[in-house]
């Protein structure tokens, strides 16, 4: 039963996975280099804003659009795990 309850574990992951693979990909290119700058690497806007060559209203208000995107598509647990990574 352990062996079984893994497998079903890992099943979900990746069910997971390729649902956060899918609403990431389902962002504007702008959206996901943003994304990935602030959650994977840590930028600050004004260091995104550089980066880009765009204003950092436009990078807070594209990572807003993308927040918002990924709420409505990810599981809620998921969702609030994603927003943890970018405070």
């Not at 079984?4 to 693979?21: E, K, M, N, P, Y």
């Not at 959206?31 to 959650?39: A, D, G, K, N, P």
Request: proline share 1%; net charge positive; glycine share 6%.
């Amino acid at each position: 039963e352990a062996a079984q309850s893994g497998v079903v574990t890992r099943a979900s992951r990746r069910d997971l996975s390729a649902a956060i693979v899918a609403a990431v990909g389902s962002l504007t290119e702008m959206q996901r280099s943003i994304v990935v700058l602030r959650l994977l690497d840590g930028e600050r806007n004004r260091d995104i804003a550089a980066l880009l060559g765009v204003s950092q209203n436009d990078v807070a208000v594209n990572y807003r659009r993308a927040l918002e995107a990924l709420r409505r598509a990810l599981p809620r647990s998921t969702f609030l795990e994603i927003q943890r990574l970018g405070r």
